[in-house]
């Protein structure tokens, strides 16, 4: 990926916060949202970020560090969207 970062960020809509992921790999970036995407509920927004602190929109973000762990939380998410 050289020195772009790319974000995972999911979000309920209409609330404030979200979780966020600093994808390791090319591989996860081109793969990581369309698992979200398979798993979404009708609340979630699933979106692909590169500066996650020009968002405002998003605030305040809450980073998680591991791939499967994000994926938990926002699997934990769509049962309260």
Known sequence: MGDKKIYIVAKIFDQQGCLAY???????????????EALRADGVQIVIL????????YAPYTYIEDMKEFIDKVAQMNRVA
């Open 50 to 57: 590169d500066s996650p602190e020009i968002y405002s929109e």
């Open 22 to 36: 600093l994808c390791k790999t090319p591989n996860e970036a081109r793969c990581l949202p369309g698992t979200l």
